[in-house]
């Protein structure tokens, strides 16, 4: 069968263990980023199973009907970059392992990194260092401040589990019955949404963007924070109003900001402000991007294939397709 996989940058997946799962297949790489429709026909026009890398690439119906061979999409996590209901019309199966019993480590400590990074100023200090200047300013420690978890779920848990360990005080705020979750496991949870963003330190933004969070924090919530609180956005840039962002950072509440993830990618942009301002550190969307990471993710992903290659298609997330 003819696989390709699509966006693999550094052309790392053909190093990882788990490639050998697809001896005898056909397999094309790609490792530019593409989004023209006529680009990515030509591509995939004899493609039967497709691998996706998380939402690198949007896959269309426009683009879907068009690809008369493919039959299976394999991937992992979430997939608002899939047309389904094309899929469902074209018969195209999509199957895509939700990984619920297991978080995402590298995003969890990409999120710590930034939070250390931001909070003792490292990248602005080594910066400053390679231009021969000795020391530009103090940062802050985080032991005994107030970390923030926005979406108590796989990751924020991990993360509240992160900033315990180094001695902080957590506080989360989620629906509902996330916060019971979170007071189950011995954190305090906050009365209200103005309460949290006014007192914490350290916030950390821990959601799905589906339409009930798009947009969920608002300027009004940045408001509200400290001047020397710190926000930390390693889930999807959708989350936070448009440009709110850059509004509240400019009125210095809050004082700080680490982003790994953009409107639009991948971001080129040199004269976007979150990457001209000084206190701001960005990082190009790499909190699952790590060679561990991938091997957990194209293990999955690639027995996904094997399993439809036996007539036993798993993890599928348009199971009507199955029963046509």
Known sequence: MNVTILDDYFDTIRTLHCYKMLNGYNVTIWNDQVQDINTLVD????????????ERTRITGELLERLPYLKLISQRSVYPHIDINACNRLSIIVSSNQHTDTPSYAA???????????MRQIPQQMAALKEGKWQIGIGAT????????????RIGSTVAGYGKAFGMNILIWAREASLARARSDGYTTASSKEEFFKTCDVLSLHMRLVDATRDIVTSDDLALMK????????SRAGLIQSNAL?????????GMAAVDV???????????????????????????????????????IFQQILAYANGNP???????????
């Not at 591509?43 to 998380?54: P, S």
């Open 108 to 118: 969890a400590e990409l999120t710590w990194g930034l939070i250390l990074a931001a």
């Open 43 to 54: 591509r995939l026009k004899d493609t039967e199973i497709l691998v996706l890398i998380r």
């Open 246 to 254: 850059i509004s509240a950072l400019r009125a210095g509440r809050p």
């Open 262 to 300: 953009f409107e639009n990618e991948p971001m080129r942009d040199t004269t976007n402000p979150l990457l001209t301002m000084n206190n701001v550190i960005c990082t190009p969307h790499i909190g699952y991007v790590s060679i561990d990471e991938y091997e957990i993710q194209f293990t999955d």
């Open 227 to 234: 001047t020397t609180a710190l926000i930390v956005n390693t």
């Open 142 to 153: 985080l032991r005994g401040k107030t970390l923030g978890i926005y979406g108590y779920g």
């Open 314 to 324: 798993i993890h599928v997330v348009n199971p009507q397709v199955i029963r046509q």
